[in-house]
């Protein structure tokens, strides 16, 4: 247990208002700690993508307390969010992650580019980030000449690029198959134990859930499970 | 990795809507250059025929001479005011005027007589060749006095019954009191020159008018013509350093005598002209608008598709911590780029298509005369392709393809990024 990077108090989250209020997040508590491997998982609708999104400041949550690197994100403006998200969070998504009209290179840039990150600097951090993430040679190719896989390590490693204190990754694999999400999940293993990124990361698939080291479980947006990802009976009470 | 990069390649994510785009822009860009040639051509022509034929750019009178047309109202030294105009390179005419009758057999009229010197006039204006009979004055005082050559106004050869050869008694107030009175034989009738003109011309030659007048050499008008060499207005700033320069030196004249002259631009002699040519160019951008308004909401279409198809795009790029301004501005760069490049399109046709009516014009003569302030128009219609004339409406047409932009810009900026992501 290192220090903590997100801190979560009582928090929920409802959406819609009057008598059809979906009550998505229902008192969540969760630390995350420095250096965490860990995983969401829960059935559909249990509010695994809300979770994160109220993490990272994309969301705001209806009660309760959110900080991020010791910072209260409920008292946070729009553009203080946003600015949060691009210095302290990376980002992979499910899917539509990279932007079709840049290149593996360019996409892998962007956050740097966006922090206005000199281009010198920014070449040597994202060539060798490249190669890390497997692409070497592949810099100039579009997103469309790449494979999923492909795709999602150029979304890692624009994920990783900047350095940020946490990396949240919402069903990154959903869309590979399951060969193609062990390697996934090897990267992202890799870069934990390597570089000490911290990652969360939201899916459903029983195999990528076993590989994190922690297992955070969501049912009916109530934390049902947080512990040891080896414990089979968590992973069998999920229908998936 | 540039901005413009990056919207270049934006723009051509949809290689067959974006060429529809450029089309209709660069079409309209086109349209706009070579109507702002023509309208240019035909504004500048406008003002040539008058400016060209007898006023000038610039006329130098004595004092308050306008007002009344006084002829003891003489340009104070007129050499002085001929020399300026030498060392500027224009070309000057001078010229007095006096009031008398004209009579040919029973048949008589008033009449403005002008003495002019033919060899000045014909450098400097168009007037010498605007003769719709006959030929205008000799060169030589002593050919012209020979010949007793006068030329008359249109209408009012008309009037009189006047033809090529006719005899002319001129009746005149001299200056010294006397009556002063000449025979006189017309050698040409101008063609139409303005109301003023074709009622009232009685053109002689300066010495003639010297001696019929006895004015003692009195100028009454000096008119200056550029020929486009150097604008109005440079020509009359000069003429007043020059006068002025000489007030200076000669400080023991009166100080009446010392300026006293005015120096006017053809704006100023001629304010419904200066009006009309003005009101012309605005009536040009007025027409434009409409142009400018079809093209910006084509272009406004185009980006709202193009940024509507990459809701989701807009919302993964906010997540990762884009701001607002900087979406708004990505989207208004690739239609500035997407303006950029139809302009310029419609601005190299547009350029071609005027040099070419520059150089071989429309011609007009089927279409009969047309007569602006009373002169006749040149029968062909040559577009002006100056370099304004085809910059202003394309960088204009590029500002509106940048403003077209802004609201389909605005709703990318403003999208919220979990519904953004979420967007089927
Ligand atoms: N913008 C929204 N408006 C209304 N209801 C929403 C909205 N977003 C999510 N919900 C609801 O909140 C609950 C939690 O949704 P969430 O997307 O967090 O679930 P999830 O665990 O990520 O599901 P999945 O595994 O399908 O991605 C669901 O019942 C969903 O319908
Ligand atoms: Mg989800």
């Known amino acids: ?240 | 990795m540039g901005t413009l990069r990056i919207a270049w390649r934006s723009i051509w994510r949809n290689g067959r809507r974006t060429a529809i785009t450029v089309a209709a822009v660069g079409m309209s860009t086109l349209i706009m250059v070579v109507t702002f040639g023509l309208m240019d051509g035909m504004r500048i022509d406008m003002v040539h025929n008058v400016t060209h034929l007898v006023l000038g750019d610039v006329q130098v009178h004595a004092t308050g001479y306008r007002a009344d047309q006084s002829f003891y109202k003489a340009v104070p030294e007129p050499e002085a005011i001929l020399d300026a105009a030498r060392a500027a390179g224009v070309h000057a005419a001078p010229r007095a005027y006096g009031y008398g009758l004209v009579s040919v057999g029973h048949k008589s009229a008033g009449a403005r007589f002008w003495g002019v010197e033919p060899a000045a006039e014909r450098a400097a204006f168009d007037l010498a060749g605007k003769l719709a009979q006959g030929s205008f004055l000799s060169d030589s005082a002593e050919a012209s006095r020979a010949s007793r050559e006068l030329v008359l106004g249109r209408k009012l050869a008309r009037s009189l019954h006047a033809e090529l050869g006719s005899e002319i008694i001129a009746v005149v107030q001299a200056a010294d009191g006397s009556l002063g009175n000449e025979l006189f034989t017309v050698v040409g009738i101008l063609v139409s020159c303005g109301e003023d003109m074709d009622r009232s011309a009685a053109i002689i030659h300066a010495r003639d008018f010297e001696l019929l007048f006895v004015s003692g050499g009195r100028i009454h008008e000096i008119a200056l013509n550029a020929r486009g060499t150097v604008s109005p207005e440079r020509v009359a700033a000069r003429l007043e350093a020059a006068v002025t320069g000489k007030a200076e030196l000669e400080e023991k004249k009166p100080e009446k005598e010392a300026g006293g002259v005015d120096i006017e631009t053809w704006r100023e002699l001629n304010p419904a002209l200066s009006d009309m040519e003005r009101l012309f160019g605005a009536s040009m951008w007025l027409f434009s608008l409409i142009f400018f308004l079809a093209a910006g909401l084509g272009v406004m279409n185009t980006m709202l598709m193009a940024t509507f198809e990459r809701i989701r795009e807009f919302g993964v790029l906010k997540a990762l911590g884009s701001t607002p301004w900087r979406i708004l501005r990505d989207v208004a760069t690739e239609s500035f780029v997407l303006g950029l490049f139809a302009s310029l399109l419609g601005a190299v046709l547009g350029a071609a298509c005027n040099l070419y009516l520059a150089h071989a014009g429309i011609d007009l003569s089927r279409y009969g005369d047309v007569f602006v302030e009373g002169v006749a128009f040149s029968p062909i219609w040559r577009a002006a392709a100056s370099v304004e004339g085809i910059a202003a409406p394309s960088a204009v047409m590029v500002v509106v393809c940048v403003l077209a932009a802004l609201y389909p810009a605005a709703k990318a900026a403003r999208l919220d990024p979990v519904r953004a992501m979420t967007h089927v």
């Open chain 1, 1 to 240: 247990m290192g220090d903590s990077i997100v801190w979560l108090r009582a928090v929920t989250k409802d959406y819609g208002q009057g008598d059809v209020v979906v009550r998505a997040l229902r008192g969540i508590d969760l630390t995350l700690d420095r250096g965490d491997f860990a995983a969401v998982a829960g059935p559909s609708g249990s509010g695994k993508s809300t979770l994160l999104n109220v993490m990272s400041g994309l969301d705001r949550p209806s009660s309760g307390e959110v900080s991020l690197d010791g910072r209260d994100l409920t008292r946070l403006s729009r553009s203080e969010l946003s600015r949060l998200r691009l210095t302290r969070i990376g980002f992979v998504f499910q899917a539509y992650n990279l932007l079709p009209v840049l290149t593996a290179y360019e996409n892998a840039e962007y956050v740097l580019m966006m922090q206005g990150v000199p281009a010198s600097a920014r070449r040597e951090r994202v060539m060798g980030l490249l190669e890390l993430v497997g692409l070497g040679g592949m810099e100039d190719r579009f997103p469309r000449e790449l494979s999923g896989g492909q795709q999602q390590r150029v979304a890692i490693a624009r994920a990783i690029a900047s350095e940020p204190a946490l990396i949240l990754a919402d069903e990154p694999t959903a869309n590979v198959d399951s060969k193609t999400a062990a390697a996934l999940l090897d990267l992202m293993q890799q870069l934990n134990e390597e570089k000490g990124v911290t990652f969360l990361f939201s899916t459903h698939d029983r195999k990528v859930m076993a590989r994190a080291g922690r297992l955070i479980r969501l049912v009916d947006g109530r934390i049902a499970y947080d512990g040891e990802a080896g414990s089979l009976e968590a992973l069998d009470a999920d229908e998936g």
